[in-house]
């Protein structure tokens, strides 16, 4: 079983920022690709920034310019750093990982349990 513990959200003036980690635990052979995902009220959860399987990135176009993803593979980690933050941006933040038991294994995915991020105008 794989663990995803989000950390970092919480509530910032429009034009701030805040830092989001993800942390990932439990017994797994690899654990990639990773990435961020966010919902709001009303709205499908929607992808924010990824890693690729490959290691490449993709982001939103909406925080293009504004959000940079990163990981740390020896912890297991991925950040998401968020500058500029507008109201839009208010949502719950996931983190989403597929890890695999072993080189062999159909790799499951997982979800951590989210942290509030709210932006006021």
């Known amino acids: 079983q794989v663990q995803l513990v989000e950390s970092g959200g919480g509530l910032v003036q429009a034009g701030g920022s805040l830092r989001l980690s993800c942390a990932a635990s439990?017994?797994?052979?690899?654990?990639?690709?990773m990435g961020w995902y966010r919902q709001s009220p009303g709205k499908q959860r929607e992808l924010v920034a990824a890693?690729?399987?490959?290691?490449?990135?993709n982001y939103a176009d909406s925080v293009k310019g504004r959000f940079t993803i990163s990981r740390d593979n020896a912890k297991n980690t991925v950040n998401l750093q968020m500058n500029s933050l507008k109201p839009e941006d208010t949502a719950v933040y996931y983190c989403?990982?597929?890890?695999?038991?072993?080189?062999?294994?159909?790799?499951?995915?997982?979800w951590g349990q989210g942290t509030q991020v709210t932006v006021s105008s």
């Open positions: 989403n990982a597929e890890a695999k038991g072993s080189p062999w294994s159909r790799g499951n995915t997982y």
């Open positions: 439990g017994r797994f052979f690899s654990i990639n690709p």
């Open positions: 890693f690729t399987s490959g290691g490449s990135t």
